[in-house]
């Protein structure tokens, strides 16, 4: 603290410049490693020949299934018990669209389970997601 002699005697100031600088380096900090901690999910997603690519927008979400079966909401895990709830009020009632994003070695059955919390969730339509092929010639190995 500072003191500052006047007539009456002295004030008692804190000088806040110095609190202001180390929060305005942390919220650049903040800024900056933000987006680099939602990159995604691993996931070895299927090939096919026709693939778009995923909207930008704010008004989908993706589910995706890893390969030892976990489930995620965007980058959020979701229990399998609890995926209908969240779908419900994260996806129908903001009325967003959803798509399926799976692991190319989750078994067919996992998916179907997944699909039918979905449907029973109330949601019709949704989309899949897949890598497009690499029609390039794969070089032999060794």
């Known amino acids: ?17 110095p609190f202001v600088d180390v929060m ?4 650049i900090i903040f800024m900056v490693t933000a987006p680099l901690m939602t990159q995604g999910l691993e996931v070895e ?4 020949k026709t693939v778009r690519t995923l909207p930008k927008d704010k008004d989908h979400m993706v589910l995706t299934i ?7 909401l965007d980058e959020y895990a979701v229990k399998p018990g609890e995926l209908e709830g969240h779908l419900k009020r994260l996806v129908k009632a903001d009325r967003k669209f959803l798509y399926l994003r799976a692991d190319k070695d989750v078994t067919y059955g996992t998916v179907v389970a997944v699909m039918g919390e979905v449907k ?3 949601i019709d339509k949704m989309g899949v997601v897949a890598e497009p092929i690499d029609e390039r010639p794969k070089a032999k190995k060794k």
């Open 45 to 48: 997603l299927p090939e096919t």
């Open 24 to 27: 305005l380096v942390l919220l």
């Open 120 to 122: 029973s969730a109330g």
């Open 1 to 17: 603290m500072a003191h500052i002699p006047t007539k009456n005697g002295f004030i008692a100031d804190i000088n806040v410049t």
């Open 66 to 72: 890893k390969k030892d079966g976990s489930l995620f």
